[in-house]
């Protein structure tokens, strides 16, 4: 906390404090989030045999 004594020197250190605040959530709102491709297409290759395999044994049958 702000080591000022008066009420209104007070309430501008906590104006200053919120404003901080808010520019650090703007600042992580424009960051871009990186998705692993490699993880992403060996999801995707996953559920492609696994349906492959299901549409295989609903033939057998």
Sequence with gaps: MCP????????????????AEKEVE?????????????????KKMNKHKYKKLRKRLRRKT
């Design 26 to 42: 703007t600042d992580d709102a424009r960051t871009i989030w990186a998705d692993s491709v490699k993880k992403k297409r060996k």
């Design 4 to 19: 000022y004594s008066s009420v209104v020197e007070r309430q501008s250190c906590k104006l200053k404090v919120i404003e």
